[in-house]
């Protein structure tokens, strides 16, 4: 649909948001708070921006640990090309 999505890390609620559109509309919510998994807070904050052109206003690093003691990264370039590790 070439729109924009805007990804919202709610940290209170434990979800992530996805918004679309210049009015975001809500498209779907991420529930994590049942799958043991804590998020921090994303180094650019708690919202990031994807263009329709699937490139980002917002590069950051998110970092999440699973109640294992496992800990994983994702990061979001400003090509908009998201590495998970």
Not at 19 to 24: E, Y
């Amino acid at each position: 649909r070439r729109q924009g999505v805007l990804l919202v890390f709610d940290r209170g609620r434990r979800v992530i948001e996805a918004q679309v559109g210049p009015s975001r509309v809500l498209h779907h919510v991420f529930p994590y708070h049942d799958r043991g998994i804590e998020v921090e807070e994303p180094t650019a904050g708690a919202e990031v921006s994807f263009h329709p052109s699937g490139r980002t206003a917002t590069p950051t690093t998110i970092v999440f640990h699973h109640t294992h003691g496992e800990a994983g990264t994702i990061t979001v370039s400003l090509t908009g090309r998201v590495t998970i590790r």
